[in-house]
C-alpha cells in the first residue's frame, strides 16, 4: 500500500510556464516532506522541503506547499526552464523508534518545451 | 566535501549469482541508506545503518542484506539473484537530518 503517491507519472509544460507537481500521502504521522529531482544516469538531488508547522516554503523558482487537512504536497516551479526537465519525487519522513524513515512517491517526469 | 560514492557504477550477473555492491558516505555522515528504483516503483526503500548497526528495514526478501563498517562505510548484498532485481540500487548518506544526501547509483542488470 503506497503511502506517498504521485498520481502523474509525467508532465509537460512550455518554458517560461508554471510547473506544478502534486502529491499525496495516507499517513497523517508524517511531519517533513522533501522533493528530490533525478536526471538521468545520476542520484536524486535535494530540491526544497517543509517542515509540517508551517504550509509553505519558498526557495527561489521552486516554492513546496503544504495542505496538511487534504494530506497533499505542490511544487511549483516559476518560471520553469528546459534544464528543469528531470523526475521529481516527493519524499515523507516520519520518526520510527531511534530513527527517521524516509517513503518516496513514484516520481513525476516533467518535461519543459522551448 | 566530496560526496556519495558508489562502485560499481555497472553490473551484469546472471540468475542465481550473487552480488555486493558498495558505498562510501559523505565525511561525517553516520547514517546510510539503501533504495532500489525501479520503472514505475519510485525508491523502495532496503534498509538503514548507524553505527553499525541496522536500524529499519524495508519489505524486501532475506536475499537483501548489508552491513556498515566502522568507518560508515556501507555494502549490500543480494543472494540469489532473479530477473526482477535488476534496478538501480542508491545508496544515501544523511547527518541527523531528515535529508538524505545520495550517490549516483549501481545500475544491476540480471540477464
Known amino acids: 500500500d503506497q503511502q506517498v503517491k504521485q498520481n502523474s507519472p509525467s508532465l509537460s509544460v512550455q518554458e517560461g510556464r508554471i510547473s506544478i507537481l502534486n502529491c499525496d500521502y495516507t499517513n497523517s504521522m508524517f511531519d517533513y516532506f522533501l522533493w528530490y529531482k533525478k536526471y538521468p544516469a545520476e542520484g536524486p538531488t535535494f530540491l526544497i522541503s517543509i517542515s509540517s508547522i508551517k504550509d509553505k516554503n519558498e526557495d527561489g523558482r521552486f516554492t513546496v506547499f503544504l495542505n496538511k487537512s487534504a494530506k497533499h504536497l505542490s511544487l511549483h516551479i516559476v518560471p520553469s526552464q528546459p534544464g528543469d526537465s528531470a523526475v521529481y519525487f516527493c519524499a515523507a519522513s516520519e520518526e520510527t523508534g531511534s530513527a527517521r524513515q524516509l517513503t518516496f512517491g513514484s516520481g513525476t517526469q516533467l518535461t519543459v518545451l522551448p | 566535501k566530496a560526496g556519495v560514492t558508489q562502485t560499481p557504477r555497472y553490473l551484469i550477473k546472471t540468475r542465481g549469482q550473487q552480488v555486493t555492491l558498495s558505498c562510501s558516505p559523505i565525511s561525517g555522515h553516520r547514517s546510510v541508506s539503501w533504495y532500489q528504483q525501479t520503472p514505475g516503483q519510485g525508491l523502495q526503500f532496503l534498509f538503514e545503518?548507524?553505527?553499525?548497526?541496522?536500524?529499519n528495514k524495508g519489505n524486501f526478501p532475506g536475499r537483501f542484506s548489508g552491513r556498515q563498517f566502522s568507518n560508515s562505510r556501507s555494502e549490500m548484498n543480494v543472494s540469489t539473484l532473479e530477473l526482477g532485481d535488476s534496478a538501480l540500487y542508491l545508496c544515501?548518506?544523511?547527518?541527523?537530518?531528515?535529508?538524505?544526501?545520495f550517490g549516483p547509483g549501481t545500475r544491476l542488470t540480471v540477464l
Open positions: 544515501a548518506s544523511s547527518p541527523p537530518t531528515p535529508k538524505r544526501y
Open positions: 545503518y548507524f553505527s553499525e548497526t541496522q536500524r
